[in-house]
């Protein structure tokens, strides 16, 4: 199988540049002193993360309790379900836990600790549980300073769990795009997680793990005093709002869609191209930061960005091909029916999820289809 | 299996809803005299599709070959591809045919009539070709008044292929929000297509189907003379993007987003649920009609709207629950960790699209899981 064989619309990686990003993130953070456990979501793909592991990454952090059952599958043991438990799900964890994963749960609230140690007694289960800390008031967790955070740990304590750490995500980091704000949150990140653990262990709860992480604050932090492992996802294929946070460049991005030029409008300068929002996702997360991609950035067939023409438009499997600024009315000859671009994406994880496989080339020429999961 | 059963987040259909749907169409257009042609793009689903024919509906529309090659296996023949073909893809084309699937393909250009029969001739095959019309700008298709369309019927006649219709989808319908525009834009896609077929015929250029069609033009058009099908597909479920251009009430839409409230954030006034963005789709289809409703509006676990709640914001598996104008500071007491919520999709389509499976709730509460198919 070649570039040239493949079936359009498809998910493309280009290894050379995702071992490219595996081996940058995995160096900077043994520079830093910490562990990597990678969030699989990204990609859901066990060829995947069979690299970053490979490379280096001790443990994983996942989405949701299928990603946990499908890479324990594989082998990996050490699992952080990073979202915050739903009381309904821990029979599920339970199973994994006695099929011998070595699953870590999250809560941030009394009510939820609280049903996780009434599960856990009743069925005789010392459930690991990691309390969320509300670093940047992006989304959950709970304040370094707010006693909640040692009340939820008391709960889960005198209740007989095992409270392995705290774990917190900035966020809010990508929302920044230049050097100094992003060395601030990541300062944040750190300090209000480890002040956190902190507090715990000063209230006799222990807590040997501080995780923090997102894929521009692991990039960014000029020290991680106090933390013991970051987490981060995205940085595996890189992507356009990453681009405009400024942590990657478009040569770095290792996910693009494939696609075909099926049509033109030429006194619009518009090409029709097979890949809609079905192949792009519907993310239109570069919408507002300096620079709007539309539902992605042109290349060539080979990998090349093209100048300024972005999907400016998409359907369900129609994409609008268009310069950016002036209409190129010579868009027909320029890209004829048939012509296949790849289209870099805005949001890799929400782009990988539409697809089924991932097409992975290597700089051979050569092509491997690399499966992903979806659901829940 | 029950409602109360099911792990989340799930799509849920109401097939009370759905079922209401379809006769809602089927009834409209046997009523204006024309056949019905369903995009099944909408659900990918097979019980959703046999329940569209059984009320009538003659063939399907589809937006993958893929989807071709699904409902071809159930047993469907009438089949139109009804995205521009690219050449590539004609092989596939090709094969579907020589099973003894009726596919049409559709051509807007010249170059690809000429790779269509080029590639027919050189395989014996007369293709059953579509002309697609421009009818509003929105996207692809030749003006009825360009006579490009009358150069692509001849060389599609020429090279021996069956010229068998026009198709227009009036995509920009889904702009406006109140009645007369609508009654407008269905009267424009309606001429314009009517217009295409007769300067065809004129040129002694075969053109039997007249096929037009989007849901708020197929709802909303006074008469369809010059017709001879319509295809819609959103209908079937409906969505927030459908209301907002005022063609259903929010009571009729039958597909939900199943979730779990798994946190809060009190003097934000949020409720953190588990469904995020992985399950609602990064649709945000009302960002710009006269109501945004985030992600999502908000029901409670038996389908019924719970006043002006939305989901505000989404990451991939976290959904934020707010309030639409003031905080309300009470959330933790009104949805307790471990509510479990209906959100409404702002688009069903890119709403199924995330799921494997449908989670099909009858009205007398029993569930069937439908599956649904992806990629390409």
């Not at 910490?34 to 990204?42: E, G």
């Not at 939820?112 to 969320?132: K, L, P, T, Y």
């Amino acid at each position: 199988m070649s570039l040239q064989s493949l079936n359009t619309p498809a998910a493309l990686i280009d290894v050379a540049r995702m071992v490219r990003n595996i081996e940058r993130m995995q160096q900077r953070l043994n520079g830093l002193g910490v562990r990597f456990r990678p969030h699989v979501k990204t990609t859901k793909c066990v060829q995947v993360v069979d690299a970053q592991i490979a490379a280096g990454a001790q443990g994983i952090t996942v989405s949701t309790l299928k990603e946990a059952e499908q890479f324990f599958a594989t082998g990996i043991r050490d699992i952080v379900y990073a979202v915050g438990m739903a009381p309904g799900k821990l029979g599920q964890a339970l199973e994994l836990r006695r099929q011998g994963c070595d699953l870590k749960i999250v809560a941030d609230s009394i009510a939820c600790a609280e049903a996780i140690e009434a599960f856990g007694r009743e069925h005789g289960e010392a459930f690991d549980v990691w309390i969320e800390i509300d670093v940047d008031g992006h989304r959950s967790g709970v304040l370094p300073e707010d006693d909640l955070l040692l009340a939820i740990g008391k709960v889960l304590k005198e209740g007989g769990m095992h409270v392995g750490g705290v774990l917190a995500h900035a966020g809010s980091s990508y929302e920044y795009d230049t050097h100094d704000p992003l060395v601030r949150i990541a300062e944040q990140e750190r300090s209000g997680c480890v002040r956190a653990a902190e507090r715990l262990r000063a209230a006799d709860i222990p807590c040997e793990v501080v995780s923090i992480g997102s894929t521009p604050t692991a990039l960014t932090a000029e020290h991680l005093e106090g933390v013991t492992e970051v987490r981060a996802g995205v940085y595996v294929m890189f992507d356009l709002v990453m681009h405009n946070v400024g942590v990657n460049d478009t040569s770095e991005i290792a996910l693009s869609v494939l696609t075909t030029v099926i049509g033109h409008q030429e006194d619009k300068g518009w090409a029709i191209v097979d890949a809609g929002w079905m192949a792009m996702s519907r993310d239109r997360g570069t919408q507002r930061q300096q620079r709007d991609f539309g539902y992605g950035l042109v290349c060539s067939e080979n990998g090349e960005v093209l100048g300024d023409y972005v999907m400016s438009g998409a359907n369900q499997e129609h994409g609008i091909i268009s310069r950016t600024g002036t209409p190129d009315r010579e868009i027909a000859h320029r890209f004829p029916i048939g012509t296949r671009l790849r289209i870099l994406p805005n949001h890799a994880c929400a782009t990988g999820a539409q697809h089924p496989v991932y097409q992975a080339l290597a700089e051979d020429g050569s092509i491997e289809t690399w499966p992903r999961f979806y659901g829940w």
